[in-house]
Nanobody, 123 residues
Framework: QVQLVESGGGLVQAGGSLRLSCAAS????????IGWFRQAPGKEREFVAA????????GYADSVKGRFTISRDNAKNTVYLQMNSAKPEDTAVYYC????????????????WGQGTQVTVSS
C-alpha cells in the first residue's frame, strides 16, 4: 500500500507560481505511477499530470501543458507539481494518487489517494 500527503497549496495571484508536493510512505512507492488530479466546486475531478514509476513518462492535460511540470524524487519518496503562470481557472483542490507502474488519466484506476490541498488563484 501507499499513503499520500499533499502540501504546498495556498493563495497565489494570476501569473504566479506554486509547487505542490506529494509525500508518500509505503514499500511500493518506487514502483508506483503518480497522478495529480484537481476538482473545482461543482465540477468533476479531472486529470492534471502523471509520471510513471521510472519518471521517464509524463502526461499532461492540455489545459496545463507548458505551464505545469511534474517530477519525482524516489530517494525522498516525493512527487512534485510545479505550477507556473497560474490562472484563475486553476483554482481547485489538488489531489495526488498512486497506482502500480504505468500512468493513466482515469481517476478510477488509482486505488490510493491523498486528502488534497487547496489552490486558489486570484485574478
Amino acid at each position: 500500500q501507499v499513503q499520500l500527503v499533499e502540501s504546498g497549496g495556498g493563495l497565489v495571484q494570476a501569473g504566479g507560481s506554486l509547487r505542490l508536493s506529494c509525500a508518500a510512505s509505503g514499500r511500493t512507492f518506487s514502483s508506483s505511477a503518480i497522478g495529480w488530479f484537481r476538482q473545482a466546486p461543482g465540477k468533476e475531478r479531472e486529470f492534471v499530470a502523471a509520471i510513471s514509476w521510472r519518471g521517464a513518462i509524463a502526461g499532461y492535460a492540455d489545459s496545463v501543458k507548458g505551464r505545469f511540470t511534474i517530477s519525482r524524487d524516489n530517494a525522498k519518496n516525493t512527487v512534485y507539481l510545479q505550477m507556473n503562470s497560474a490562472k484563475p481557472e486553476d483554482t481547485a483542490v489538488y489531489y495526488c494518487a498512486a497506482k502500480s507502474f504505468t500512468t493513466s488519466q482515469a481517476p478510477g484506476e488509482y486505488p490510493y489517494w491523498g486528502q488534497g490541498t487547496q489552490v486558489t488563484v486570484s485574478s
